[in-house]
């Protein structure tokens, strides 16, 4: 029997690193640094380390507008899981170094278009992970995705 595996996260870091994004309530956009206690994470998202790219999305449900910035992951800290509990999302606590400022806008309104779940275009993954669930959270995101995000800096 072939048992196929992921690659480890020390051979992918090999390959460079993995990419990140967060939707997260923000509370100054224009802040040089920032720090999210507690995070849900998803599709990925709990593997975030330090020295990942991240994207920054200040949360619509937050009265946010989406993209905002891109960073630098400068700490995280996984969260202990809570005992007697079977099933619990992972939380991370990170801290942000901002790299840059979005210069277009980039949220809900614009990624809710793509919603052909199949069709493999990076707004349709960030759309799925984002907002199909709406609720805030660190995601893990693909090249072609990261390569999409940079374009709006």
């Given at each position: 029997?072939v048992r196929h595996?992921?690659?480890s996260?020390?051979?992918t870091?090999?390959q460079?690193?993995?990419?990140?994004?967060i939707?997260a309530?923000?509370g100054?956009?224009?802040?040089?640094t920032?720090?999210f206690?507690a995070q849900?994470t998803m599709?990925?998202?709990?593997?975030i380390a330090k020295?990942?790219?991240?994207?920054v999305f200040?949360?619509?449900?937050?009265?946010g507008?989406g993209l905002?910035?891109?960073?630098?992951?400068?700490?995280?800290k996984?969260?202990?899981?809570?005992?007697?509990?079977a099933?619990q999302?992972?939380?991370?606590?990170i801290?942000i170094?901002?790299?840059?400022?979005?210069?277009?806008r980039l949220?809900r309104r614009?990624?809710?278009?793509?919603?052909?779940w199949?069709?493999?275009?990076?707004e349709?993954?960030l759309?799925?992970k984002?907002y199909?669930?709406?609720?805030n959270k660190?995601i893990?995101?693909?090249?072609?995705a990261?390569a999409f995000?940079?374009g709006?800096?």
């Open positions: 029997m595996e992921q690659p996260r020390e051979a870091a090999c460079g690193s993995m990419m990140f994004a939707k309530e923000v100054d956009p224009s802040a040089e920032f720090a206690n849900k599709y990925g998202g709990k593997h020295g990942d790219t991240i994207f200040a949360s619509e449900n937050e009265g507008p905002i910035a891109s960073g630098v992951v400068t700490s995280a996984a969260i202990a899981k809570k005992r007697g509990i099933r999302t992972p939380r991370v606590s801290s170094r901002r790299t840059a400022l979005a210069k277009r949220g614009e990624l809710k278009f793509f919603s052909d199949k069709d493999g275009r990076p349709t993954e759309n799925f984002f199909r669930q709406a609720t660190i893990g995101i693909s090249n072609e990261a995000l940079r709006f800096f």
